[in-house]
Structure formats: C-alpha cells, structure tokens
C-alpha cells in the first residue's frame, strides 16, 4: 500500500506531465494554425497573381467629383421614390403597367394608371427632377458607396413610377411630359451603370431595359416627328451595360482582394461582431482561403461570361464553383459570391436591347417621310447581339403592315436566367408602321 507522500508525488507527476502534454499541444496547435495560415496568405498571393494576369487588362471604377446634394440627381431619385406612398395593389399595379405598352392596357388599367399618377404627384415631381441633373452619386460625398446607405426598393419604385409616367404620357399626347420621364429614366440606368456594385449594376441593367421597352411605344408610332427622333436619340442610356459590368467585378474583387471580410462589414453588416473563436477559425485561419477561392469564382464567371449567354454551357452555375469546397468555404464565400451569371445576362439583355432599340430608331430616321416593304435593306447594323452572338433581324409583315425587328433566340437565352413570367424573361420585337402618317397630326 502507498504511503500518502508517494501518492502526492504521483499526482504531482501526473500534473506536471498533463501540464507538459496541454503545453506540446498548444504549441503543436499554434505552429499548426500559424502553417495553415501561410498556406492560405500564399494561395491568395498565387489566385491574385492569376487573376490579375487575366483579368487586370479591365478597367476599374473611377469615383466622380462629389456634388452636393441638391445638384446630385440620386438624391433626389432615392427622395422620389421614398415619398411613394401607395397600398400593396398600387405598387402591384405599378410593376405590371410598367411592363407593358400603354397601348394594350384597358380603360380599367389607364383609369388606375392616372389615379395613381395623381395620387402620387409630389413623389412623382420629385423624380422628375432627379433627370435635371448629369451628376449622379449615390454615395456620401468622397467616400465609397456601400449597401447599406443605398435604399434599393425606393429607386426601383421610382423608377417603375417613371416609367408609367413615359408610357401614359405619350399615349396622351403629353409628348414633353414623356420624354422628360424618358431622360430621368436614362439618367438613372447611367448613374447606376456606373456605380461599382453588383446590385446596383442589376438595376442599371433592368433599368436600360425600362427605358428602351418604354421607348418602342414612340418608335411604333405612325405619328411622331422626326424633331422628335431627333430629340429621343439623345435621351438614350449613354453607358455600356458590358463595360460597366466589368469595371463593377473587377473593382468589386480587387476591394474583396484587398479586404477580405472587411469587405463583408462595410457592404452587409457593419456591426458585425467576431468572438475569439470565431476570428481565429475565420479571420485567421480561412479568411485569405476564402478569398482565394473568390478570386477564383469570380475568374470562372467571368470566363463564362465572356461568351453569349446563348452559347453558355447547361451547367454553367454549376461549373463556376470549380472543385466543391467544404462547408466552411461555402458559407463565407455565399457574402462575395452572388448570381454573377444573372448579374452578366442582364448586362447582356440591356445591352441587346439597346442595339436593337438603335436600330429601329435608325430605320425610322432614314425613312423620314414613311417606311415601305424594302425598308430592312436600309438596315445597317448586321453586327452580332452580345446576347446570342447573332444579329439582330429585320422583316416586313405583309399582312400586319409593320416591319418586325427582333432578336432571334433571345428569350431562349434568357430562359435559364430569368424566373418565367418576369418581364425580364421577354424580349419582344420592335414593330414599325409602314407608309406615311396620313390622318394624325405629328408629334
């Protein structure tokens, strides 16, 4: 039997041997996180150098002189549309008639379209006034814009609100009052364009897409001037849904790059906490992986992207995320990594839309005194759409007495992309009377 001293030297051997085993495994722990953490800062050093190999040919967001306030029209788009005040039914009847020419809306909906408008005449007087201004910012002055202080429901709405507002006007013959609403339009998907984040390249790109279907209810009528062509032709959207969405990935990656998760507090949530766990496993430990394996995404997309959304492979959202990642990557890289692939064909469509609204208007403004049957032999844009990799098509419809400019395939292109029945998913032709405006003054 042990006396007690050599029971208390054994557990005193056991502890110091425990306290030696704890010390070799936090120091085995440390070197460990310490390798893992060089591994990670060295394959973010190789993705960046890749990527910029690629990718560093494209341009980068330039930010704008700062203006104040009262001269910035994205202020007063973000005030317009804040003043909107209307039941769920309004704002529902808002998106649809916005979507559609004015000529196929009922007497119910063009009743509803005016009471609306009416009712919401200060928000509206607000919009329009946003169009008065070239500077548009929606970041505070000389700093870079982030999610949090772009209030991205209240400019869709405005924007929707303007949109009626060009429809209704020009069916009514109020020919300023639609053209005005057309150059606020405009302005915004510019400014937008040229804002250097994801969501606010979306909406630029649905925005240019408002714009030029609004604008085909002028170019299909018989009745307008050609002063009035003239005029349009300068109200157009002026920037690139292609380029612009270039320089927003590319300058969105070079600040996720650069910052890593502090990139994901700025754009998402600025009171985002860490607790000592969860810095050493995220900050410490995955962070430079997480961004690497971004970087790579973000490559993959762009790669694909490249391409005609026409011509992309089926299994192109799959393909984008490489090798799988484990748990731990998917779920910090779902902050980076939104549907860049919707984000690229909705620059695609704008962009097609765009060249196909050109090349209507185009027709039209060679034909000053009507168009005839042979009016497609004056078409002289047979470059292809960035949409489908084809050119846009022209035919006369004998029957209907209109000659039919469209995008073959479009709609196809857009079907894995777009949610069916969205107004994004079509892409409808433009349709162009033939012979002279006899009977109907000119606008």
Request: with cysteine; hydrophobic share 40%.
């Amino acid at each position: 039997m042990r006396s007690p001293s050599s029971a208390r030297e054994l557990i005193r051997k056991l502890i110091r041997w425990s306290a030696i085993g704890m010390g070799v495994l936090a120091i085995m722990a440390v070197l460990g996180a310490f390798s893992f953490h060089t591994y990670g800062a060295h394959q973010l050093k190789t993705a960046r150098s890749e990527f910029d190999a690629r990718w560093g040919h494209l341009p980068r967001y330039t930010p704008p002189p700062p203006v104040p306030d009262e001269e910035n029209g994205a202020r007063w788009l973000m005030a317009g549309g804040q003043a909107i005040i209307c039941s769920l039914e309004d704002q529902k009847t808002i998106g649809t008639l916005s979507g559609e020419s004015a000529r196929g809306w009922t007497g119910t909906e063009q009743a509803r379209a005016r009471w609306i408008l009416h009712d919401q005449q200060n928000a509206l007087g607000i919009l329009l006034r946003s169009g008065s201004f070239e500077a548009f910012h929606l970041g505070a002055e000389g700093a870079r814009v982030t999610y949090n202080e772009i209030d991205f429901l209240s400019i869709v709405m405005g924007l929707r609100l303007l949109t009626v507002e060009a429809r209704l006007a020009w069916s009514e013959d109020r020919v300023s009052d639609s053209l005005a609403a057309l150059d606020a339009i405009s302005k915004a998907a510019d400014g937008l364009l040229l804002t250097p984040i994801v969501m606010t390249s979306t909406i630029g790109s649905a925005t240019t897409r408002w714009s030029a279907s609004a604008a085909t209810d002028l170019l299909s009528d018989p009745c307008v001037s050609t002063a009035i062509l003239d005029e349009f032709r300068d109200l157009l959207p002026s920037e690139d849904p292609i380029q612009s969405c270039n320089i927003t990935l590319t300058t969105s990656i070079a600040e996720i790059a650069d910052e890593g998760l502090d990139y994901v507090e700025d754009f998402h949530d600025p009171s985002m906490s860490w607790s000592l766990p969860s810095w050493v496993s995220n900050r410490y430990l995955l962070e430079d992986l997480v961004v690497a394996e971004t970087l790579e995404r973000w490559g993959r997309f762009l790669e694909i992207g490249q391409q005609p959304a026409a011509d992309w492979p089926t299994d192109a959202a799959h393909s984008s995320w490489g090798d799988a990642p484990w748990q731990p990557w998917i779920a910090l890289t779902g902050a980076f990594t939104p549907n860049l692939l919707s984000v690229r064909v909705g620059a695609q469509a704008a962009s097609t839309d765009l060249q196909q609204l050109r090349a209507a208007l185009d027709l039209r403004l060679a034909s000053p005194d009507g168009l005839d049957g042979d009016a497609c032999s004056l078409m002289v844009d047979t470059r292809p759409t960035v949409l489908t990799g084809k050119p846009i098509s022209c035919r006369y419809d004998e029957g209907r007495g209109v000659i039919v400019i469209e995008v073959p395939g479009a709609e196809r292109a857009l079907s894995d992309y777009v949610s069916a029945g969205n107004h994004a998913s079509r892409f409808p032709p433009i349709e162009l009377p033939v012979g002279s405006a006899v009977g109907c003054a000119p606008k």
